[in-house]
């Protein structure tokens, strides 16, 4: 898909090719560093881009960010939010490969005082990918909330690190997890929530949903909370099974067919991360991504 | 129209539950099919619409002459089967609006498109028939719906499908006394020369809205005595033992089987 043709005509919109970088926005980029001082919506677009030194995004103001990539050869990202006192980000990220390929993503996420964090990442990635996510919170009050979809297709091995460290006291960490794997697809998660000692009034929880379309697909869940601490509230699970076959009989006794019932269940299993985008273009963007991968399976 | 099986056996996990049954439903006719707790009535309308953890031993079902035990459930769906089910099932994140919009494309010849303008009206109208209320559309199928919305959900889509032959399986339970009234009227106003009906029930209550044409019983997975609505009154009165009585039949015990999962392909 070519997600370009989507955004060409957003007016925040920075570009990072390994030909040329476009920038149309009052952001200033310096060795890979963007700051984000003033209130407004961006949308940044990886390309097969060579990095040289990290990416740091620093946040100091209500920002809403949707970073999507669209590689065809093996890149690999390692991205640092920085987000200010008192800053907002909601991000969006869609790290997606036009041909087969593999690669590793890294991001850490570091939240100040009374910072918070709203973060939908969608992983439709085509092929192999290592994908760690680290965020610290830093001081009180910060506030994570990470929802992910990932939807792997058929062969694909995503192999997924998601830490949260409570690093002080009164913050806030939530992890949604829906999984969908097809035919050979390999989802292997461990999600982490870490209270250190000391760090009383915290709150960890996170959930893992999982659906596996063929009994050929593989999904394993490592849920992990290393509580340090009395006076906290943590909670996780995860829940993972094959689709359910009396919804599949409901729908395909109104006359559907087996891919047209599950086509329209897993179109209802997304539907709580998708419907978080606040952006129709993405919106269209990431239901077209996942109905491809369905489909193609289905 | 016609919906025919032939000397049925049917079984479940080795439990033989319908057991040489015979029935003719006829485009036009009303059939209300009564009898004790586990006699295989919602056997009956499940096999029909082609739930894969029965298993059919020997017998027939035909419709319009052709057999469909053969055909997926969604092929006799097509073909205009209906099961308004006892238990409907709840699918999160699928709207209702889009569940009834796909079950009406998958009707749709190859070449058609579906005129939504026209289709919303007709959802509309539905709903309001049914007293719905707004925002049916938009809810998730089935999720949060009290049981009596359940009941007049299965309802709305019978009257969006058109169905041939539909089975309405305990469609009463769950209904307060409104309720019902209501969903009779509605499928009363379905009955057409072109719609067989076959009601599951044990209650007179409902065959109070919609007439029936035959009222049979069965016992022990099969119809053992068809008559009309002086065997209803006879039942509402006196239950069953006075029909075993007369014809000789002893209870027999059947194993518990599950329904909890069930293959999704033959």
Request: proline share 2%.
């Amino acid at each position: 898909m070519d997600i370009l043709k989507h955004l060409k005509d957003e007016s925040n919109l920075i570009i990072f090719t390994d030909d040329f970088i476009s920038n149309n926005t009052e952001i200033k980029i310096k060795n890979n560093h963007l700051l984000f001082e003033k209130e407004n919506e961006f949308f940044v677009f990886f390309d097969n881009y060579t990095l040289n030194n990290d990416f740091v995004f620093e946040i100091k103001n209500k920002v809403k960010i949707y970073l999507l990539t669209s590689q065809s050869k093996k890149t690999d990202y390692n991205i640092r939010f920085e987000l200010k006192e008192a800053s907002e980000l909601t991000l969006f990220t869609d790290f997606n490969a036009k041909t087969k390929t593999s690669s590793k993503h890294r991001l850490i996420i570091n939240l100040a005082k009374k910072a918070r964090l709203e973060f939908m990442n969608a992983l439709v990635f085509n092929g192999k990918i290592a994908f760690d996510l680290e965020v610290n919170l830093l001081e009180e009050k910060a506030e994570v909330t990470i929802e992910q979809l990932n939807v792997g297709a058929e062969g694909v091995h995503h192999m997924v690190n998601q830490r949260v460290n409570h690093l002080a006291k009164s913050t806030t960490s939530k992890i949604n997890n829906w999984l969908i794997a097809q035919e050979n697809a390999k989802l292997n998660y461990h999600v982490t929530g870490f209270i250190s000692k000391g760090k009383e009034l915290s709150k960890c929880h996170q959930s893992n949903k999982g659906i596996m379309l063929s009994d050929n697909s593989e999904i394993s869940v490592e849920p992990k909370l290393l509580i340090d601490e009395y006076d906290v509230e943590a909670s996780h699970g995860a829940a993972i099974g094959q689709m359910d076959e009396l919804q599949l009989y409901y729908l395909m006794s109104r006359g559907m067919t087996d891919s047209e019932a599950k086509s329209l269940i897993i179109n209802g299993y997304t539907l709580p991360f998708i419907s978080l985008i606040a952006n129709e273009k993405i919106e269209k963007i990431l239901k077209r991504q996942v109905s491809r991968v369905i489909r193609r399976n289905s | 129209m016609k919906l025919q099986i032939k000397d049925l056996y049917v079984s479940i996990e080795g439990n033989m539950i319908l057991k040489g049954l015979n029935l003719i439903v006829n485009g036009g006719e009303t059939h209300a099919i009564m009898g004790p707790n586990g006699t295989g009535k919602s056997t009956l309308a499940q096999i029909c619409m082609g739930h894969p953890s029965y298993k059919i031993e020997s017998g027939d079902i035909l419709l319009d002459d052709e057999s469909i035990i053969e055909k997926t459930v969604d092929e006799r769906s097509r073909m205009g089967i209906f099961l308004a089910m006892q238990n409907p099932i709840e699918v999160p994140g699928v709207t209702n609006f889009d569940f009834v919009k796909a079950a009406v494309q998958t009707r749709m010849k190859k070449a058609e498109h579906l005129r939504i303008g026209r289709f919303i009206l007709k959802f509309e109208k539905a709903s309001q028939d049914l007293k719905m209320g707004q925002g049916l559309a938009h809810r998730f199928l089935n999720q949060g719906f009290s049981g009596g919305e359940k009941k007049r959900n299965e309802i709305l889509q019978m009257k969006m499908l058109n169905p041939k032959i539909a089975f309405l399986d305990e469609i009463d339970s769950g209904l307060d006394v409104d309720a019902l009234k209501l969903v009779g009227e509605n499928v009363t106003e379905l009955k057409s020369p072109e719609l067989g009906l076959v009601l599951i029930t044990h209650y007179q209550r409902l065959l109070d809205y919609i007439t029936p044409d035959f009222v049979h019983i069965m016992i022990n997975g099969k119809i053992v005595m068809t008559g009309k609505d002086e065997l209803i009154n006879k039942i509402d009165q006196e239950g069953y033992d006075w029909v075993k009585k007369e014809l000789g039949i002893e209870d027999e015990e059947v194993k518990p089987y599950s329904l909890g999962t069930c293959p999704s392909k033959h």
